[in-house]
């Protein structure tokens, strides 16, 4: 029932088969009245009226102790930004490079993030230490421990791949680099909404990620979680710090925050949390599961389909990707085409494998893979 709800939420569900959350997820229509709501309250009634933006801004920093619950800390610990690609860079800005300095990644990480990693060596001489994820976690750190050298400054991981949907040992990773006094940055735009995720506890320097993706919230809006241990090194803005040997150091929001924004952007966010926290965040991880599992049992059984991920969930996610043994490129991109056109099968071509990505979310249903699964069938070899 609880899910059914968020669905009818969702007005998409009724009008398409959505599987790109992974990209952008759906905002409920509540958190888009009152999105809505704010907007026209400012602008027709005074965009710099005190008590319409007291009332907003008020409303707005819900978001913020909500996102904090969620993830385990405190709402000082979170600045905003406009998406995780950017917090990124808020991040990777202030670390003062050097040429020679080095970064710890992965071979699963977003395409936006590796532009970063090729501009930091163009402009700076940084160099890029690229491990091979693999399949399985124990080879993966051990790479990833004969990859260090003296100039490691960043270890920097997805939680959850964008590419294959594989959850990687972060925790683990973070610990192994903290051993080594190498801090430690992790893209969780694919994992925050999918399951718990305790920030503290994983022991992150930077947790960075979207509103947009599976929290449902509005596009525009990212956040970077910063540990206090890590603030001194957090300052994107350049905001003047306060050098007096007793002063409180300026919390992440205050050195990264500058500057008029748009405050329903973080309305809709805080409506949307409560409502998913409505539905449970647990109920909502099990659909996940669930829908998941039968959608790969399913791929199993078409021909010529082979997924890229590991299956078990505790080393995957909600994100499926398979290839048609056989085909290229264009052949993939042209399947996605056509499900959308003649089905209103909204599905991912993913350029890094040359195959297509499936994000099941929350809201997804059994009805909604029996679709795309009958859908697939008579147009595979």
Not at 313 to 321: D, M, N, R, V
Not at 362 to 372: A, C, E, S
Request: hydrophobic share 45%; charged share 20%; net charge neutral.
């Amino acid at each position: 029932m609880a899910v059914a709800r968020l669905r009818q939420a969702l007005p998409l569900t009724q009008r398409c088969t959505y599987f790109q959350t992974g990209s952008l997820g759906p905002t409920p229509a509540p958190a888009l009245d009152e999105m809505a709501q704010a907007r026209a309250e400012l602008q027709w009634r005074g965009p710099a009226a005190l008590d319409l933006l007291r009332k907003w801004l008020q409303r707005g920093e819900t978001a913020r102790s909500g996102l904090a619950a969620l993830l385990g800390v405190t709402p000082d610990n979170i600045a905003w930004t406009v998406n995780t690609s950017q917090g990124i860079r808020d991040v990777v800005r202030g670390l003062g490079w050097a040429a020679g300095d080095e970064i710890l990644t992965s071979d699963l990480e977003h395409v936006g993030t590796r532009g970063l990693w090729e501009g930091l060596t163009q402009a700076l001489g940084v160099r890029v230490r690229v491990v091979a994820a693999g399949a399985t976690d124990d080879g993966f750190l051990e790479r990833l421990r004969r990859a260090y050298s003296p100039r490691t400054r960043l270890l920097f991981l997805s939680h959850v791949s964008c590419v294959n949907g594989q959850r990687l040992p972060i925790a683990q990773a973070i610990a192994d680099a903290r051993e080594r006094g190498v801090l430690t940055a992790m893209d969780g735009a694919q994992a925050v909404g999918q399951f718990a995720v305790n920030v503290a506890e994983l022991g992150a320097d930077f947790y960075i990620g979207s509103a947009h993706k599976w929290l449902l919230g509005p596009m525009g809006l990212g956040y970077v979680v910063v540990a206090p241990s890590a603030l001194a090194q957090f300052n994107p803005a350049l905001t003047p710090l306060d050098p007096a040997p007793d002063a409180v150091p300026l919390s992440a929001a205050r050195r990264a925050e500058v500057g008029t924004t748009d405050v329903s952007l973080r309305v809709g966010l805080a409506r949307t949390l409560e409502l998913l926290a409505e539905v449970g965040w647990d109920v909502l991880e099990d659909q996940m599961r669930q829908v998941t599992a039968c959608l790969r049992a399913g791929l199993a059984e078409l021909p010529g389909v082979q997924t890229l991920a590991p299956l078990p969930w505790l080393h995957s996610s909600a994100i499926t990707s398979f290839v048609v043994q056989g085909w290229d490129a264009a052949r993939h991109q042209a399947l996605v085409d056509e499900l959308y056109a003649t089905e209103r099968i909204i599905i991912k071509f993913q350029p890094e494998f040359a195959g297509i990505r499936v994000s099941t979310a929350g809201f997804n249903t059994q009805d909604d893979v029996d679709h795309l699964l009958t859908a697939l069938r008579p147009r595979l070899p």
